[in-house]
């Protein structure tokens, strides 16, 4: 019994490691560059890209290429963007971008990079990791005291 409900408990626990897609805006040359990638470092080669209004309008839609990236021209009188990526499984990542705000301030960090400049994931982030650890060993301790107390008493 103990087996199968530890069999459970980690199935339970991996979709929610694996499904995470990194969405990161840059303007460049008057287009919009939507870069996509893993938490590996991997591009989501493929994936759904959607430029909505805030209302919920579709305005555009396409797919990444090979090295994770989508590029398209904003609409000359949009001011805010919804991008929503979907990279398939159960991956979503969604951001909105302000135009008006980007084209006002011209160094606006990560969303208004070059190219060459590209964001990269930097790897796990290892304190998520370690939390993740420690809920994993909290829950099987909590399991062992239940089923420990039920050996006891029987």
Same mark, same amino acid.
Request: hydrophobic share 45%; aromatic share 10%.
């Given at each position: 019994?103990? @087996? ?5 408990? !980690? ?37 759904? $890209? ?6 919920? @309008?579709?305005? !555009? ?23 929503? !990526? ?42 998520? $990791? ?8 909290? !829950? ?5 005291? $239940? ?8």
């Amino acid at each position: 019994m103990k @087996k199968l409900l530890t069999a459970a408990l !980690l199935l339970l626990l991996l979709p929610a490691w694996a499904h995470r897609v990194d969405l990161f805006l840059a303007e460049e040359n008057g287009s919009l560059v939507v870069w996509a990638f893993y938490p590996d470092g991997t591009p989501a080669k493929g994936a759904k $890209v959607r430029i909505l209004t805030p209302e919920g @309008k579709l305005l !555009l839609e396409g797919t990444t290429d090979r090295e994770g990236k989508f590029t398209f021209s904003p609409p000359a009188d949009a001011g805010l963007l919804k991008v929503e !990526l979907y990279a398939g499984l159960g991956h979503k990542a969604e951001t909105t971008y302000s135009l008006k705000e980007e084209r006002a301030r011209p160094s606006a960090g990560v969303l208004n990079q070059t190219a060459a400049a590209r964001p990269r994931p930097a790897g796990p982030d290892w304190q998520k $990791v370690f939390c993740g650890l420690g809920w994993i060993f909290g !829950l099987f301790g909590i399991l062992s005291l $239940v089923y420990g107390r039920r050996k006891g008493a029987a």
